[in-house]
C-alpha cells in the first residue's frame, strides 16, 4: 500500500469512527427514555429555527418540513404522517422527539442515501393477502383475497415492464400460510418485500396506512401494549433503515395519489415483515368496511393506480438508497375515480381528513439537499453511514 493510500485509509477510519461530539446530540432522559430536543434536530439537519404554537412545534421550511405535537404521536415530515414510536414529549419548554424516533424514523427519512448496506433492488417479492379459504375483509362489492392478488398482478406487470423480477407469494385463489410466504421472501437477495391488504374496522375508519417493522423494543401499535416479546429482535430488524425508507417511498406514493385519508406510517409486528431478511413493508389500501373506500377499492382504476404507485415506490427507494437508479419510464395513469353513476369519487366528509391532504408532487422541485419524502433524496456523495443504534453523524 502506497504511503498516501494509507494515510488517505487512516483519515477515513479515524472519519468513521469519530465518537459524538458533545455540540452533535444532546440526550435528554424523560421517562426513562432517551430524547433530543426539535432545536437540537433543527441545527443538526440545518432547518433554522424551531417555531412554537401551542403544543405544535414545527421544524425546518420548503422542502424538508418537520410537524409534531408535544404529548402526541402523530408527526409530520412534508405533510406526510408518521406515527412516532414515543409520544413527542418536552422539558424546560423546550419540545422533544425520542431518540428512537430520530434514529430509526427521523433519520432515514430525511438521509436515505446514508443507509448502511442498503442493497440495489432487482427483484420484488409482492405479496397479495389472504387467499383461498382465508377471504381476508369484505365489503358488498368483493373480497379482500381477490382485490389484493388483482393488485399485485397489476404492480408485476408495471415491474417487469422496468426490468425488475418479480415474485407473486400466491398467483392464484389459494391459501399460503405466513410462514411460507416469509420462508418465500427469505430466498431471494437483492430484493425487498412489500405485502397488499385492504383493512377492515368500524365504518367510519377510512384510508391509508403502511406498516413497518417495530424497532427492537417498541411496541407494536397494532397489539394491545407492550409485551415482552417486543424486547427480542427479529430477523427483519437488520433492516429497519431500509424499512422505514421504504414504507415512507410507499406511503408518500400512494397518498399523493389516491386522495384517501392519510392515517400515517405505522409500527407493527406482522410475521410477513417481522421474519424476513429483505426490507419490507405492508399496505393496507383502504377500508373495505367503509362505504367511501369499498368503492373505490371496487374499481380497477384505483387498484391500477396502487400497482402505479407500489412500482413508484419501488423506483423511489431505489434512487433514493443506491447510486444507481434505473430509469423510472412509465406514466402515471391520468385517472378519474368515478363510481358506478359516473359522479366523480370524492374523499370522505367527516372531517378526519381535514388535517392530511398530502400533495407531494405539489410542493417545489426538490434539491439534493432539500428533498420531499415522496421523491426520496437522490444519493451524496459521502461514504459516512449512520450507526443503527446511535444517533446521526452530520454531513460530511
Ligand atoms: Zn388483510
Excluded at 14 to 32: E, I, N
Excluded at 86 to 104: C, F, H, T, W
Excluded at 155 to 169: R, T
Excluded at 360 to 386: G, R
Amino acid at each position: 500500500m502506497s504511503k498516501i493510500r494509507a494515510v488517505a485509509v487512516l483519515l477515513l477510519l479515524v472519519f468513521l469512527f469519530t465518537p459524538l461530539q458533545a455540540s452533535d446530540w444532546t440526550l435528554v432522559k424523560h421517562g426513562g427514555r432517551d430524547y433530543v430536543t426539535a432545536s437540537n434536530i433543527a441545527s443538526f439537519y440545518n432547518l433554522g429555527k424551531v417555531e412554537r404554537e401551542g403544543n405544535t412545534f414545527r421544524i425546518g421550511n420548503g422542502s424538508r418540513r418537520l410537524r409534531g405535537q408535544v404529548g402526541g404521536a402523530e408527526f409530520y415530515i412534508n405533510a406526510l404522517k408518521f406515527i412516532l414510536s414515543y409520544p413527542a414529549a418536552e422539558q424546560n419548554g423546550e419540545p422533544m422527539i425520542s431518540r428512537m424516533d430520530l434514529v430509526k424514523l427521523v433519520e432515514p427519512v430525511l438521509r436515505p442515501s446514508k443507509i448502511r448496506n442498503a442493497e440495489p433492488i432487482r427483484t420484488v417479492i409482492l405479496d397479495a393477502g389472504h387467499g383461498g379459504h382465508d377471504k381476508g375483509a369484505r365489503s358488498i362489492y368483493g373480497n379482500e383475497k381477490d382485490y389484493t392478488l388483482d393488485v399485485v398482478r397489476r404492480c408485476k406487470a408495471i415491474l417487469e415492464q422496468q426490468g425488475y423480477k418479480v415474485y407473486l407469494s400466491r398467483s392464484g385463489d389459494y391459501f399460503v400460510s405466513l410462514d411460507d410466504r416469509s420462508a418465500f421472501a427469505n430466498q431471494f437477495s437483492n430484493a425487498m418485500f412489500i405485502s397488499v391488504h385492504f383493512n377492515s374496522g368500524q365504518s367510519l375508519a377510512s384510508g391509508l396506512e403502511v406498516f413497518t417493522l417495530a424497532p427492537r423494543g417498541v411496541p407494536s401499535m397494532a397489539s394491545d401494549g407492550p409485551r415482552m416479546s417486543d424486547l427480542v429482535e427479529c430477523k427483519g430488524n437488520k433492516r429497519d433503515a431500509e424499512n422505514m425508507a421504504l414504507a415512507t417511498a410507499t406511503h408518500a406514493a400512494m397518498v399523493g395519489r389516491s386522495r384517501l385519508f392519510d392515517r400515517g406510517i405505522k409500527r407493527a409486528r406482522f410475521v410477513v415483515i417481522r421474519d424476513i431478511g429483505i426490507p419490507g413493508v405492508l399496505i393496507e389500501g383502504g377500508f373495505l368496511s367503509n362505504s367511501h373506500d369499498a368503492k373505490l377499492i371496487a374499481s380497477a382504476q384505483y387498484r391500477q393506480l396502487m400497482a402505479f404507485s407500489i412500482a413508484m415506490a419501488v423506483n423511489n427507494y431505489q434512487r433514493a438508497t443506491t447510486a444507481n437508479p434505473p430509469p423510472f419510464l412509465a406514466k402515471a395513469p391520468q385517472v378519474q375515480l368515478r363510481d358506478e353513476s359516473g359522479a366523480e369519487i370524492q374523499p370522505p366528509a367527516n372531517g378526519e381528513g381535514s388535517e392530511a391532504s398530502p400533495t407531494p408532487e405539489a410542493s417545489p422541485e426538490p434539491t439534493v439537499e432539500h428533498a420531499a419524502p415522496a421523491v426520496i433524496p437522490p444519493p451524496e456523495s459521502t461514504t459516512e453511514q449512520p450507526q443503527p443504534n446511535d444517533t446521526p453523524k452530520p454531513e460530511a
